[in-house]
Every structure is written in C-alpha cells, then in structure tokens.
C-alpha cells in the first residue's frame, strides 16, 4: 500500500493517463492507494481490463476504476444512478496501470552519493559523477563505473569490467572478469554476469573429467533488466550477449555464447543451453527448456514448461514435451485424451463384428509385461569377490557440452 501522504483527485489522475472520467461529481474525489477490484475499499483506485474483472465491478468496494474503453459498456452497466464511484475510461487499463502506479511509487532508496568507507577500489579503476558506491563493493583493477551508477552493498566488479551510465546494481551482484554493460541496466540481487560456460570433455585416459577453459564476456545492451539469482555464462570464445530492453526473470539460466535479441521477455526457470540464438521480441515462458545451438524466430512464444528441442521459425508460438508447434501440440493432447474412449469403441466394434474371444487379444496387447524378479535367483546372479582391492572405476563418458 503507497504511504498515506501520496493521494490525487481522480480528476489529476484521469488528466495523468488522458482518460475521460464518468461519473457526476466525482472529479474531486481523493485516491490514497492502489488495490485490486476483489479487495480495494473507500479511497482506492483500481483497474479493469478485461471481462472477469469487469463483471466484479459491480461488488467492488473502490471509489473509481481505470477502464479500457472496450469494457465501458459492461462496467457502466453496473452501475445505478445512486452509485458515487469513478469511472476513467482509457484505451488500455494495463498500459494506464504503469503511469498511475509511477505516480504513486515512493522514490527509490539508493545509496549516498560517494564511496562508502568500506567499499574496496583499485587504484586505476575510474568512477563517474555522481555514482554511489555502497558498503563492502569491491571495484578491480582497469574497471570503469559510469556516471550516476548505483552499487548496493556487497556487489563484485571484477578488473576490466565496463559499467554504463545510470546502471543499478543490487546487493551482492557478481560482474566478472571483462564483461560489458550498457546504460540504465538493473541487476537485483544475487545475479551473476560472466559466469564460466558449462563445458566440459573426457580427460584422455577416460578416467576424468577436463574442464574447457572460456576466454570471452558478457555484454548486456541498455535497459536490460535481469531478476534475482539469474546467472548469464560468458562465452567460449567471443561475447554472450543479451539485446537492448530485454527483460529477464528471477532464477534464469543463459548458457555460453548464447545471443539473445532486443526486447524478449523470459519468465522465471528458464534455461537456455549454449550457442543459441533467441530473435527479437521473442516470449518465453517460465520453467522451459531450450536445448543447445538452436535458433528462435523474431516474436516468436514458448508455452511454460516447454522443451524446445529443434529450431522454431520467426512468429510461430509453441508447446508441449518435446515442444512443437502449439495447434498441433494441441491437438496430440486432445487426442491423448480422448484415447479410452478410442479403445472402448474400437472395444465394442471388434465384439459386435468378430465376437467377444476377438475382443480380448485387444486387452492382452495392452497389458504390459510382467517385470517380477524371483529374489533367489536375481541373488545368484550377483557376482562375488573375496578381493579386498577397490576395482578400477569404469571410463567415464562426459556429457555433451551443453
């Protein structure tokens, strides 16, 4: 809930989001906060934008509402001539969301202007005006912190790191070795840039594990924003890179040299293997799965929980386990579930034209076969050594480098 100290009559609301206000008298009427239609009460705002939220206007408890247009009728409709409450009426209640709640969002915390006593900064590092560098940073050698940048207690820059004007880094962010950052880029919490790649192969002997060495970066283009605990891999050779406006969630994974475009949005447990390539304003939902060295189309959308396995051309939407196109994903799950109707029915056909005997083969093709184990013998069958030397441990096949 904003502080109570924040509150505007709907008139400068509706002039704010150049909406028309409906309702005598109304104009005057003073908004202190911002609520949902189910549960805002006296001197709350609230927002309507689609049917299901229209139809509860009728039982809400707000003083006035931000309406789309296309919703007017339904909303007005429910109102009888007694009723006080406002109605704005905008193009898009959503987009009309942002302003207002700009308008009443307190002024961020940000650290003082300087460098804290305890923060630790190299020598040749190079700060810009105005930046505020908060407790226990620690700036490396040849790193350069642009102008007005933001850095919450215990953010890491490592040497060479390039750090754009107006940047907020949250507490405990991680910027390693060379990795680049454009202008007003937004980092929370626990987030970790130029991470290693996750490669790995067979040692020769076959008895290990070598780890592949990754000599690039990470650049993020401006206006990125990057949730909590999300990591981005630098690249083998060359950058990773995630385009200008690209807005990412909490707990993502971008693998190695990956190369995301401008303005896609990439909901929460996402992972992105190595060497893929993401176009522009793509849609990703939470929890999917991209496989490696895989390329996705401009706009194009993937269902939560989604595995993309195989490339997806420009604007296609796409679901499922393997992911495939949506329609026919779609129809494979209708047809999955329709199925012991299928057999009841091919059940009742095979009776009615070859018998009830004939019937029956279709259940024994359907039962699975039997697994059981007599214990004795799966007992017997264990080998025995009265060694008490360890055996040598078996080659290991290293799996493929993502």
Known sequence: ???????F????????????????????????????????????LTFIGDEHHAKAWATSGATAAVVSRSLAETVTGQCDP????????????????????ELFAPAPELPPI?????????????????????????????ARIGNDVSLFAGVAIYPDVVIGDACVLHAHVV???????????????????GTDGFGYRPSPDGRGILKVPHLGHVVLGDDVEIGANSCVDRGKFGATTIGMGTK????VQIGHNCKIGRCVVISGLAGIAGSTTVGDGAMIG????????????????VAARSAVMNDIPDGETWAGYPAKERRRAMQEVI????????????????????????????????????????????????????????????????PRES
């Open 82 to 101: 007694n009723d006080r409450r406002g109605v704005i009426l905008v193009k898009n209640a959503d987009n009309a969301m942002i302003t207002v709640l």
């Open 286 to 301: 939470g929890g999917a799965g991209i496989a490696d060295h895989l390329t996705l189309g401009s706009r194009v959308q």
């Open 9 to 44: 009559t709907l008139a400068e609301i509706a002039s704010r989001v150049g909406g028309e206000l409906i309702g005598a008298g109304s104009g005057e009427r003073l908004i202190i906060g911002l609520q949902t239609v189910q549960e805002a009460g006296e001197g709350d």
């Open 175 to 193: 910027i390693r070795e060379r990795c680049v950052l454009g202008r007003r880029v937004i980092l929370h919490g626990g987030v970790q840039i």
């Open 1 to 7: 809930m904003p502080a109570p100290s924040l509150s």
């Open 335 to 398: 047809v999955a579930a329709k199925m012991p109707e299928y057999i009841r029915n091919l059940r009742s056909v095979i009776t009615e034209t070859l018998g009830p005997e004939a019937a029956k083969l279709l259940d024994r093709s359907s039962e699975k076969p039997s697994t059981a184990r007599d214990p004795k013998k799966s007992a017997e069958s264990l080998p025995t050594s009265t060694s008490t030397a360890s055996p040598k441990a078996p080659p290991i096949n290293a």
């Open 248 to 251: 990412i969630d909490n707990l």
């Open 114 to 142: 300087g460098i804290h006593p305890t923060a630790i900064i190299a020598a040749d590092a190079r700060i810009g005006s105005n930046a505020r560098i908060g407790p226990n940073v620690t700036v490396g050698r040849n």
